[in-house]
């Protein structure tokens, strides 16, 4: 649960008082899993503030572990750092075929019309939760348009 990631930050002056300010989550969603081994999930994160965020972790009721992903080809990595960085007034688009989070180890299988719970960790907004509602195991937003289909969606 304690990733330890070595943050260039702005000198650990976290003495300001804007926790929770500027990051909004929007449009998240989870595909119906083919199987009950894992889940994707897509989601976009806005920054409002003015400062630099970073997706540290994040966590959630169906799943024991949640991991972010990039993907490059047909493959999928681990999202370092850079990948995560939410840049002040900018977004974190997570959708098909780039990123996305990925719920290992699932308690149960989600399935079309429940909603999933999760929270985001940010390295300086306070802990954001999202309900995330589970669609057919083929929708696509409409704003994507990546037609490459990778592994696990
Ligand atoms: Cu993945």
Redesign the pocket.
Same mark, same amino acid.
Do not use: D, Q, S
């Given at each position: 649960m304690t990733a330890v990631l070595a943050l260039a930050g702005c000198g650990g002056d976290d003495s300001g008082g804007s926790q929770g300010a500027g990051v909004k989550v929007e449009s998240a969603y989870m595909p119906q899993p083919v199987t009950a081994a894992m889940a994707?999930g897509f989601l976009v994160i806005e920054n409002d503030g003015d400062t630099p965020d970073t997706l540290r972790s994040v966590t959630s009721d169906i799943a024991q572990d949640v991991t972010i /992903?990039t993907t490059s080809g047909q493959t999928?990595e681990s999202a370092d750092g850079d990948d995560r960085a939410i840049p002040a007034h900018g977004r974190l688009v997570l959708k098909s075929g780039g990123m /996305?989070l990925?719920f290992e180890k699932l308690k149960r299988k989600p399935k079309e019309g429940e909603t999933v719970s999760l929270e985001l960790h940010f390295t300086k907004t306070g802990p954001v939760k999202v309900e995330m509602p589970v669609k057919s195991a083929t929708y696509r937003t409409a704003s994507s348009s990546s037609s490459s289909s990778s592994s696990?969606q």
């Open positions: 994707a /992903h999928m /996305h990925m696990h």
